[in-house]
């Protein structure tokens, strides 16, 4: 079968794509606010250098050496027990689970695009009320956006690589660059700029404890969008003699950078004009839009682009977080591109409606179990146990299965003198530190 390949500006900004997403505007920064700031941001940075690079060379290799879908790639490249490791494949499935919720956010992003327009909350009070309306009673807006976001997700995979993602991520991803930088150089400007700088670089060890350390390795991964199967699928079309240093460098460069601008210019508006770093997931559906408030007609427009950016951060990381699913069926199952978008996207969809659900008060309690509502499930078993079991077997797969001189072949003209230091942290490292994650998030330990 011909594979279609990314170009290779194409790979990256696909690749940068799905990692640049919700994870870097919308949950990066209340995560370091819950954790304190500083401390907890330096041990994020250290562990996307540490751990996230090398999984991000690792996940390439077996994608650009494999060549298919996740299930085919990892049963190929296995010298023995195909059969087995062909299940390593399988994570791709942590990527359509998260589409459940992830649509469902971007619905709500989509929304506030439309509303920002004319109004905005007086205080974080309005802001509150807004929000929580939205949430637990109004069906009918969350399920008209996350109609649209479904619509739309599954155009762009019906288009396929080329002329779907690809094209996509040229367009999107430059925007979505400028609207940061266009905002980030205007909060350079505000007094608060310094505090938001000393927020986020200024390390307060006693906030970190094992639990933040946990917390910052499960979002080095998410947000390097690693362990799910999105960028070995990508990988299998980049082009033939690529080198995947680099492109895991650029692509590690920007999701890091773009999170820290992001987090600094959220920050100096939340002190300039609001009420300082806020906790939670209102972060930005709360305490930004109070604070765009406070700036006059400039805050609409503020508003406006910035939803309009994290929107775009979103879209890129779902056509992402679904095709290597679509890729599995057609690969395997021989199903056309577009019976496997649609039925991909329906499913998504379908159980993302249950998702927004079980917010609602009127469900809620149908749809909760051990503390939890179904929304809460999904991301819980997602990130707390798919992506570290994903990581996981990434690494022990390329640093104990592969056979070595295979590796070498490719990784070591790449790495030179780096190439022992990557393969030992994939082989040590890495598992030890995926386990113990995992250990610790479902509160073994
Ligand atoms: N990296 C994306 C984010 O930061 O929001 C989320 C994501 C996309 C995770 C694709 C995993 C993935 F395969």
Redo the contacts with the bound molecule.
Sequence with gaps: MKIARFSRIGFILAAAG???????IW?FPYIAGEYGGGAFVLVYLFTVLLIGFSIMIAEMLIGYLGRRDTVTSFEELAPVNKHLWKFGGFQALA?LF?MIFYSVVIGWILHYIVTSLTTLPANVKEAEATFTYMLHSDIWTQLLYHTISFVWITYILTKGIKGGIEKMNLVLMPMLMIILAGMFLYATTLGAFSQAVEFMFSPDWSKIDSNAFVVAVGHAF????LG???IMTYSASMEKGSNLVKNAFWVVFLDTSIAIVAGLMLFTFLYQYGSGPAKGPGLVFISLPAAFYEMGILGNVFAVLFFIALAFAGLT?SV??VEPMVQYFIDRFSWSRLRASILMGLFFYLVGIVALLSNIDDYKELLTWGGKNFFDWVDYVTAAIMLPVGGFIMAVFVGFIMPKEQIESVMKPQLKWAFDTWYFSLRYITPVAMFVVLLSLMGVI
């Design positions: 799905s990692a640049v997403g919700l994870g870097n949950k990527g998260i998410f947000t390097l969008s799910m199967g999105a990381s992402s977080l």
